[in-house]
């Protein structure tokens, strides 16, 4: 509890405080822990992939590209339900022998590619969309709004971000929503020094990189951000 109470009285992450040198993710890829990270977040996926696929609506695009999608989780289960559709899975390099094994596995390999990359650098172009799913919520603002124009720069005019992440009220109650919320925003702090945010922190957000947010879609616990590049 003590390393907590550090990270919130200071607004450091836990390998700040301790002193690593290093990002979150940088100390995961270190310590050969990616495989159990990415499994994490398959499993995280699948609570949310049915309530996510049964508001949202993600026809009309041709390509579709998650980034930030690690192994393929997601877009295995959109590529499932929109047969019409392609796929692009943008993650860094060493996701790639695992999201390429479970496209192959789930018979998507010849509609679906992935591209390693770090969207603090450059994110790559040709997707008609893209789609950014607890993404956001692990960093702080600058960070967010460099991967998101990064996000603009590889869009045309008009097209779509989905983001899907949680929104954080403006007044938090005692319910089991509201504290989830409030658990995971501590839990963002202390892991990469991210925040989960309100609407009008997420509006901004996208306003400031370069987007238009049209409509929020609650899913189940995470909502559905849909915004358009200006």
Not at 152 to 180: F, Q, T
Request: aromatic letters at 6%.
């Amino acid at each position: 509890m003590e390393p907590l109470i550090d990270s919130i009285r200071t607004g450091k992450t836990g390998t700040e405080l301790a002193g690593a040198g290093q990002e979150r993710f940088e100390v995961i890829a270190k310590n050969n822990q990616a495989e159990l990270f990415n499994e994490g977040m398959v499993s995280l996926t699948r609570v949310v992939r049915a309530d996510l696929l049964s508001v949202y609506d993600f026809s009309g695009i041709g390509t579709l590209m998650d980034v930030g999608g690690g192994v393929g989780e997601l877009m295995v289960a959109i590529l499932r339900k929109y047969p019409s559709m392609r796929g692009l899975v943008f993650d860094l390099p060493h996701c790639a022998e695992d999201a390429n094994k479970n496209l192959g596995d789930s018979g998507f390999a010849d509609r679906c590619q992935f591209i390693g990359g770090n969207f603090f650098e450059s994110v790559t172009s040709g997707a008609d969309a893209i789609l950014m799913k607890s993404i956001l919520h692990d960093w702080n603002d600058d960070r967010c709004l460099l991967i998101l124009r990064l996000c603009r720069e590889a869009l045309k005019p008009g097209a779509r971000l989905i983001v899907v992440d949680r929104i954080l009220p403006d007044k938090i109650e005692p319910r089991a929503d509201h504290l989830a919320t409030v658990l995971s925003d501590i839990n963002m702090l202390r892991g990469p020094g991210g925040r989960e945010r309100t609407e009008t922190e997420q509006r901004e957000l996208l306003t400031s990189a370069g987007f238009r947010l049209t409509r929020i879609v609650p899913a189940g616990r995470v909502n559905v951000l849909e915004a358009s590049r200006n």
